[in-house]
Antibody, heavy 119, light 108 residues
Framework: EVQLVESGGGLVQPGGSLRLSCVVS????????MSWVRQAPGKGLEWVSL????????YYANSVKGRFTLSRDNSKNTVFLQMRSLRAEDTAVYYC????????????WGQGTLVTVSS | DIVLTESPVTLSLSPGERATLSCRAS???????LAWYQQKPGQAPRLLIY???RRATGIPDRFSGSGSGTDFTLTISSLEPEDFAVYYC?????????FGLGARVEIK
C-alpha cells in the first residue's frame, strides 16, 4: 500500500522558516517524481514544487520561487520542502504528492500538514 | 501560463442523476497531460482520470473523461452518495503544473 506521511507544519511568524518532510512507503521511491501541492483555507489546489527522480532537477511555482527549496533523499524515502521568508499568503495545508507513471499528474497523496504564517 | 476553468462552479443534482463537468483551457493542451481529481471535505485529493480519459486504479467505471484541445469533460454516469465532492482538472506542460479552481457537485 502506498503511503505518504507529511510532518513539520505549524505556526510560524512572517519572515520565518519551516521545513516540511514527507516519508513514503509502498513503492520504489527513487523511480517517481515527487511534489508538494498546497491548499489555502477554503480555496483550491495550488501546485508548489516538483523534484525529479534524481533530485537534480526541481521546479517551482512563481509564488514560491527563490523562497522554497525542494530536495529528496532516496536512501531515506523522504522529500523535504525548506520554506523561508514565509508570508501570510503561504498559510495552507501542504500535501505531498507522488508523480504518476507520467510525471504530469499525481497519483497518490498524503493527508497534508498545516502551515500557518501569523504574528 | 495556461488557465483552466471548470464549469459549472456548482452543480446541484440528486443521487442517480448524471453529472457533466467541463474544463476549458485558455489555449490548446496535449490531452495526455490533462487529469481530474476528486476532493471531499477534510480529505486529500484523489486522482480519478489521467491522460484525459484513462481511469486511475480503483476508480469506478461510472467516472469517465473525454475531450481534446481546449475542452475536456468529466462525466459521472449515475451519482452515488459518495460522489458529492469538489472536482479539479489539472494540466502540466512539463515544467509547471496548474489546477482549475474546482467545481462542486452538491446534493439537490
Amino acid at each position: 500500500e502506498v503511503q505518504l506521511v507529511e510532518s513539520g507544519g505549524g505556526l510560524v511568524q512572517p519572515g520565518g522558516s519551516l521545513r516540511l518532510s514527507c516519508v513514503v512507503s509502498g513503492f520504489t521511491f527513487s523511480t517517481f517524481s515527487m511534489s508538494w501541492v498546497r491548499q489555502a483555507p477554503g480555496k483550491g489546489l495550488e501546485w508548489v514544487s516538483l523534484v525529479d527522480t534524481t533530485g537534480y532537477n526541481t521546479y517551482y511555482a512563481n509564488s514560491v520561487k527563490g523562497r522554497f527549496t525542494l530536495s529528496r533523499d532516496n536512501s531515506k524515502n523522504t522529500v523535504f520542502l525548506q520554506m523561508r521568508s514565509l508570508r501570510a499568503e503561504d498559510t495552507a495545508v501542504y500535501y505531498c504528492a507522488k508523480g504518476g507513471n507520467s510525471w504530469y499528474y499525481f497519483d497518490s497523496w498524503g493527508q497534508g500538514t498545516l502551515v500557518t504564517v501569523s504574528s | 501560463d495556461i488557465v483552466l476553468t471548470e464549469s459549472p462552479v456548482t452543480l446541484s443534482l440528486s443521487p442517480g442523476e448524471r453529472a457533466t463537468l467541463s474544463c476549458r483551457a485558455s489555449q490548446s493542451v496535449n490531452s495526455n497531460f490533462l487529469a481530474w481529481y476528486q476532493q471531499k471535505p477534510g480529505q486529500a485529493p484523489r486522482l480519478l482520470i489521467y491522460a484525459a480519459s484513462r481511469r486511475a486504479t480503483g476508480i469506478p467505471d461510472r467516472f469517465s473523461g473525454s475531450g481534446s484541445g481546449t475542452d475536456f469533460t468529466l462525466t459521472i454516469s449515475s451519482l452515488e452518495p459518495e460522489d458529492f465532492a469538489v472536482y479539479y482538472c489539472q494540466h502540466s506542460d512539463g515544467s509547471s503544473w496548474t489546477f482549475g479552481l474546482g467545481a462542486r457537485v452538491e446534493i439537490k
